[in-house]
């Protein structure tokens, strides 16, 4: 894993992208304090993530009903 500022990951695009082909993960810095504010991470692994539920694994489930319908500016209360 390396860190690198945001002009750092323009300046080398090709080789960071390479580097994250490989395998590695690259954070991106941005500001004077540098605060750490992405991760590029190879697909596979971003891909094969399960996505649990939080605090109410195991303890929770969500069931979408196959008529449920509903549009994109439903869903984003426009």
Do not use: H, N, W
């Not at 954070?27 to 094969?48: D, H, N, Q, T």
């Not at 939080?54 to 929770?60: S, V």
């Not at 319908?69 to 984003?76: A, G, P």
């Amino acid at each position: 894993m390396s860190v690198m500022t945001i002009g750092e990951v323009k300046a080398r695009f090709s080789e960071v992208l390479e580097s994250v082909r490989r395998g590695k993960t690259v954070i991106i810095s941005y500001g004077r304090k540098r605060e750490k504010v992405a991760a590029l991470v190879p697909y596979r692994r971003a891909a094969a993530s399960p996505r649990p539920l939080g605090l109410l694994r195991g303890k929770a489930r969500c069931r979408i009903a196959k008529d449920f319908s509903v549009t994109d500016e439903q869903l984003l209360g426009e």
